[in-house]
C-alpha cells in the first residue's frame, strides 16, 4: 500500500495573486484546539470577528460576516441573495472577475447587462450612469480590484448614482480589502464581498461579506427562496446575529481563529499606515521593474498597489520558464497572466505580510539574475 | 476603540455531534506556512488527499475529493450538479437532515417525493422499493448515520434496488465516514458526502465527496448549468483532475494540510480498527448510560456508534443546565436534542479522536455528580 510521508513543505515566499503568506501569529492562532461551534466563547469570538470587519470595511452594516468558504464563496452570495429570475443586473466587465460575476448572476436567472472596457482600464461614472438611463436596474456591480489586471476602480459618486436609479451597488474587494482604503458606507455601496488570504494575510478559507441595510431590506422582500442554501443570508443572518443562535452550518472554527487573529494584526498596524505600506512597497516594485526594462500594464493613476502587472517584455518567450525559476530556485511564486492577460502580464502581489521590504528586494535580484 | 486580546479558548471535550477534537497532529500540520493553491507540491497533496479518500470512503471513484466549505456544502453540491428543474427525487426522511436535504433539492426545482419513519428509525429496502415501483425517480437519497437522531441506516441491497429502477443512490456519511463501515463500491452507492469534523476528527472547514462513474455520466448530461457557481462540479473536476489544472476558486490550503493529516492518522490507525475503536467505545458509554438510568432512543441494532441519543428522564427539567454545567465545570461539550427530539434527547458525540476511554470515563462520572 501506498505510505504518507510527514507533512514537508517548501518555504515559499508568496508574491502571487494570492494567498499571501500568513503571518506566525496567525498560524498559530489556526492551531488552538477546537471549541464547538454554539460555546459561548466561540460566539463571542464571532462578535469580536464582526467588530474588526466592520472597521476594515470602514462600515457601521451589522450583518457584516465571513462567509464559510474562500473569496468565491462570498462573492456568489453577493448575487444570490439578491437575485431573483429577471431581475437586471449591470455589471462593469474590465477582467476576469467581471466576467465570472456575470457567469453567476445568470445562473440565478438574472438578465445581465454587461457594460464593457479593455481589461486593465476602470469605468467613470458618466459610463456607469449612462446604462442606467437606457434603463433602471436591480444592482449594479463593479470590481473595485480586478485581480486579473492589476486596476482599481475609483469608488467616489458610485454608490449616490446608483441610488439616484434605484440600484443597489455591489464591489469586489478581494484584493483590496487591507491593502488600499475600502470605505463602504462614505461611497455607499450596499454589497461588498473579499477574501482572507489576499491582503488580510489569513490563509484561504473564509470570505468576508458586508450588507448594508438597505440591500437586507431588499433581501427580506424576496419573493423566491434563495435558490442557494449554504449561502443564504436569510438564515445565516440568525446564526450570526444578536439573538438567539439558530444553527445553520458549521461554522469553520480554526479559520475563524486565523481570521480573528489576521484581523487583530491589522487593528495593530492601523488602517492608515497599512495603506501607506502597501503602497510604499508597490512604488517600490514598480521603480525596480521598470529599472528592469518592463512597462506596467495599468495607468499610474489606476494602478492597484496589492497587485502588479508588469507587461512581459517583447522577445521574452519563456516567461513560464522563468517563473518557474524563481520557485525552485529562490521559493519566490509569483503568478502569469489570467484569461486574455494570459502569456502577456505577470501577476505579482505584495499584500499583507508579503508586503515587506526584503520581499521586494529578494524579487527584483532574482528578476535581474534569471532574465 | 475596543481592544481585542490574545486568542485564549478553553480546553474543549468535545463529545457533541461536531466538531470533534483535532489530533493534534493535525492541528501541527494546519500550522505549517502556506504555499500557492497552484504550487507543484500542492498538487502533490491533494492527489495523496484524494487517494487517501478513496481508501476512507472504500471507493475507486476518480472523482472524490474535498469541496471547499464545511459538511453542508458537500451536501449541497450533491443536490445541486444532479438535479435540474422537474428531476424526482425520493429523500428517506427520518431526521433532521433528511429534512435539510429536502429543502436544498426543492430550492433547486426537484419534485420531493418524501418517505417518512419517525425520528431514530431506519427505512427497510421494501419501503424504498414501493416507492420506485410507484413512479421511477431520478436519485434516491438516505442518510446512512442521521446526527440528528443517533440512527444508522444499513446499506445492504439499497444501491441494486436504485439502479434497478433507473435511479442513483445518494447517500449522507457526515456522521459515519471514518468511524463506521462506508463502502462505496460494495452498496452501489452513486453520490455520498461527509464532513471533517467528525470521525475523520479534522476541524471543520472541508467536506469530502465522491462521485461514481454512472453519476458523473448524469452530471455531464446535463441539459442546464449547475445553479450553483462554487459548489459546480463540471468546473472543480478540472481543477482536481489529472490533466492540466484548471483555476476554479482558491482552495483552503491550511484546511488541506490538516485533511492530509487526519487522513494519515485513519491509514495509520487501519479502517478495522478505528470502527472497533468507535464500536467499543460506544457500548462502554451505552453500558454507562443505562446504568444511571438513561434509555437510549435508538434501538440497539440500529444504533450509531459515533452519537449516542439517550432519552433525558422523565422529570429532569433542567437539562440544559446540566449540559451547561458539564461545560462551566468540566469543560465538557455535549448537545441537546436537534429540531422535534429538542428536549427529548442528548446527543453524545464520540468520533475520531474525541473517543477514547479517559473522555467516556469522565462523562459518566460528571454525570453522575450532577444528576
Redesign the interface.
Known amino acids: 500500500m ?1 505510505t ?1 510521508s510527514d ?1 514537508d ?4 515566499i ?1 508574491l ?1 495573486p ?2 499571501s ?2 503571518h506566525p501569529r496567525v ?15 466561540f460566539l463571542e ?1 464571532m462578535a ?1 470577528i464582526q ?2 470587519l466592520r472597521l476594515v470595511f470602514q462600515t457601521e452594516n451589522e450583518l457584516t460576516i465571513p462567509m ?6 462570498a462573492m ?1 452570495a453577493s448575487v ?1 441573495n439578491f437575485i431573483e429570475p429577471g431581475d437586471e443586473i449591470i455589471i462593469g466587465v474590465n477582467g476576469y472577475f467581471g466576467e ?1 460575476l456575470c ?2 448572476a445568470g ?2 436567472g438574472a438578465v445581465v447587462r454587461r457594460i464593457e472596457k479593455p481589461w486593465g482600464q476602470v469605468f467613470t461614472p458618466a459610463e456607469v450612469e449612462a446604462e442606467l438611463q437606457q434603463k433602471p436596474a436591480k444592482i449594479v456591480a463593479l470590481v473595485h480590484a480586478e485581480t486579473s489586471t492589476g486596476a482599481l476602480q475609483p469608488m467616489e459618486g458610485m454608490g449616490q448614482l446608483a441610488h439616484q436609479h434605484g440600484a443597489l451597488l455591489l464591489i469586489d474587494t478581494v484584493t483590496s480589502l487591507g491593502g488600499v482604503p475600502v470605505k463602504i458606507d462614505e461611497w455607499g455601496v450596499d454589497i461588498a464581498y473579499s ?1 482572507t ?1 489576499k491582503c488580510l494575510s489569513c ?3 473564509l470570505s468576508p461579506l458586508t450588507i448594508s441595510p438597505r440591500a437586507r431590506e431588499v433581501l427580506h422582500r424576496r419573493k423566491s ?7 443564504d443570508l436569510t438564515m445565516i443572518e440568525r446564526y450570526w446575529g444578536t439573538g438567539t443562535r439558530m ?9 475563524n ?2 481570521l ?2 489576521a ?2 494584526l491589522v ?1 495593530e498596524e492601523g488602517l492608515e499606515s497599512r495603506f501607506a505600506r502597501h503602497r510604499r512597497l508597490a512604488e517600490m516594485l514598480w521603480n525596480g521593474l521598470e529599472s528592469l526594462g518592463f512597462e506596467m500594464h495599468v495607468p499610474a493613476e489606476h494602478r492597484l498597489p496589492p497587485l502588479t502587472t508588469p507587461r512581459l517584455p517583447a522577445g521574452l518567450e519563456n516567461e513560464a520558464q522563468i517563473r518557474r525559476q524563481l ?1 525552485d530556485i529562490y521559493n519566490i ?1 509569483i ?1 502569469g497572466g ?1 484569461g486574455q492577460l494570459g502569456g502577456q502580464v505577470w501577476r505579482i502581489g505584495l499584500m499583507g505580510y508579503s508586503a515587506r521590504p526584503e520581499n521586494v528586494l529578494l524579487l527584483l535580484s532574482a528578476l535581474k539574475e534569471l532574465m
Open positions: 501506498q504518507f507533512l513543505t517548501p518555504s515559499r508568496l502571487g494570492g494567498p503568506m500568513a498560524l498559530r492562532a489556526m492551531a488552538q484546539p477546537l471549541v464547538g461551534h454554539l460555546d459561548p466563547k469570538l469580536e467588530t474588526m464559510s468558504g474562500t473569496g468565491s464563496a456568489e444570490c465570472r457567469d453567476m445562473r440565478y477574501g488570504q490563509p484561504p478559507g427562496p434563495v435558490k442557494n442554501w449554504y449561502l444553527y445553520h452550518h458549521t461554522a469553520p472554527i480554526s479559520m481563529y486565523a480573528r487573529e484581523l487583530r487593528v520557485l511564486e503568478a489570467l
